[in-house]
């Protein structure tokens, strides 16, 4: 189903090439108890679990997660599996959650037209 869902934006961002500006980017993080690690970065020792930390500011930003500029569903794609081998070892307790999030961000080219509007919007899959 995700690969699916990811193969249909890049077939919009295709289709809408020559009149929007279209970047996605890729995130990916685990959240383990009150620890959040970004998942698209390498850990610092091979154990996992002391990889790269991310910090959650007032309203929910996390700072410091890493994002990939990606232009094709593959690349998507290939992102999300580097991801899922930089998890941590399965631990019931506290159990872990990935969260790969893709973010889209569109412009308009050209003189501006009352019809098209920039903005932003996103694809998340969390894996529970």
Known sequence: VFESAVAALFKVKRER????????????????GDTVRDLLLPSVSSN???????????GGKLDGLSE??????KKAVALLRLGFSN??????NPPSHQVF???????PR??????????VGGLTLVLL
């Open 48 to 58: 996992a679990s002391s990889g790269p930390r991310v910090s959650i500011t007032i």
């Open 101 to 107: 999030r893709l973010t889209v961000t569109s412009t």
């Open 68 to 73: 990939k500029v990606v232009d094709t569903d």
């Open 87 to 92: 998890r941590s070892p399965p631990h019931p």
């Open 17 to 32: 090439l020559g009149v929007m500006d279209i970047e996605v980017k890729a995130s990916m993080f685990e959240v383990q």
């Open 110 to 119: 050209g003189p501006s037209d009352s019809s098209m509007h920039a903005g």
